[in-house]
C-alpha cells in the first residue's frame, strides 16, 4: 500500500498535469470564444432580406459564445482548486468577512428575491487567517444555498459565533435539502446534482477550511432545508499549531 507522502506526491503530480491540460485548453478556447463572437457579428450585419435564416444563425454564433464561456468559468474554478494560491494569513474577524461577503452578493441575490436573516456575534472573532479565501469558501456555500432554493421566498440564515474558543459561521437554507444518498458525496470531486453544476464548489470550501485548520458539518432534510457549518481554530491555537508544523518540516528525515 502506498504511504501517505507518496499518494501525496501522487496526487500533486495529476493536479500538476491536470493544470497544465487546463492551461492548454484555454488559449484555444479563448480564440473560439472571440471567433464566435466576431461571426455573431458579422451575422448580425447581413442584409434584412435574410429574416429568419439570420435569426437561426445568430443565435447558433451566440449559443457558442455561452458555451466557451461556461467552459472557460469551469478552468477557472478547476485551477483555483488544483492550484490553490498561497495562503497569506493575516489576523482578521471573521464577521467582517461574513458581512464582506454578504455585501458583495447582496444585489444579485436581492433580484432573486432571497430573504436573509443575518445574526453576527456581537463582539469580533478573531481568526488567523487568509481573508480571501474565506470569503471564497463562504461564497461557495451561499451560492449552493441560492441555488438549492425551492420556496417563496428562499431564506437564506447566516449566524456567526464561538464555542469553545472556535469561531464558526453557519449559513442556513430552506431549500430542497440533500437526500440521504448524496450526502456522502456532496463533498467529491465533480459531484454534482444541478444542470449546470461543476462539482467544485464544496471541495473547494473543504480545501480552505481544512487548510485552516478548521472543520465542517452539514445538516441537511431533504425537503426542509441545509444547513453548513465550518468552524475555525481561534487565532492562538492557529498560531501555536500551525508553527508546530513548521517547526516538524524541519526536523531531519527519520532514517530507518
Ligand atoms: N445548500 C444545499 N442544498 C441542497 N443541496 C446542496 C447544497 N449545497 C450543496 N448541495 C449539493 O451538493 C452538490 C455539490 O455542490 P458543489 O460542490 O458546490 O457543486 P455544484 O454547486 O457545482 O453542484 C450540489 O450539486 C448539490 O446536490
Ligand atoms: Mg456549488
Redesign the pocket.
Known amino acids: 500500500m502506498p504511504n501517505a507522502t507518496g499518494t501525496r506526491k501522487r496526487l500533486a503530480d495529476l493536479g500538476a498535469v491536470a493544470s497544465g491540460l487546463a492551461h492548454e485548453i484555454r488559449n484555444p478556447l479563448n480564440s473560439l470564444y472571440i471567433n464566435s463572437q466576431l461571426l455573431a457579428e458579422m451575422i448580425q450585419s447581413l442584409p434584412d432580406s435574410l429574416g429568419e435564416r439570420r435569426e437561426e444563425m445568430l443565435s447558433l454564433a451566440r449559443t457558442d459564445m455561452k458555451v466557451t464561456q461556461r467552459l472557460n468559468d469551469l478552468l477557472t474554478e478547476f485551477l483555483r482548486f488544483a492550484r490553490p494560491a498561497a495562503k497569506e494569513l493575516v489576523v482578521a474577524d471573521l464577521n467582517r468577512i461574513v458581512a464582506d461577503t454578504l455585501r458583495f452578493l447582496e444585489v444579485d441575490f436581492g433580484r432573486r428575491g432571497v430573504v436573509f436573516s443575518v445574526r453576527l456575534h456581537p463582539g469580533p472573532l478573531q481568526v488567523f487567517a487568509d481573508d480571501k479565501q474565506l470569503k471564497q469558501a463562504l461564497m ?2 451561499l ?3 441560492e ?2 432554493s425551492d420556496k417563496h421566498p428562499p431564506r437564506i440564515a447566516v449566524e456567526t459565533g464561538i464555542r469553545r474558543g472556535r469561531p464558526w459561521v453557519r ?1 442556513s ?1 430552506n ?5 440521504a444518498a ?1 450526502r456522502r ?4 470531486l ?5 444542470r ?10 473543504r480545501q480552505i477550511v481544512r487548510d485552516h485548520g478548521g472543520r465542517i458539518t ?1 445538516r ?1 432534510r431533504e425537503g426542509a ?4 457549518t465550518f468552524s475555525l481554530p481561534s487565532e492562538e491555537t492557529f498560531k501555536t499549531a500551525t508553527s508546530h508544523a513548521a517547526g516538524k518540516t524541519l526536523l531531519p528525515e527519520r532514517v530507518k
Open positions: 461557495n456555500v451560492l449552493n444555498a441555488e438549492a449559513v437554507d431549500g430542497r435539502g440533500i437526500p448524496d458525496q456532496i463533498f467529491k465533480f459531484f454534482t446534482t444541478r449546470s453544476g461543476s462539482g467544485l464548489g464544496l471541495p473547494i470550501v452539514v441537511s432545508g441545509t444547513a453548513l
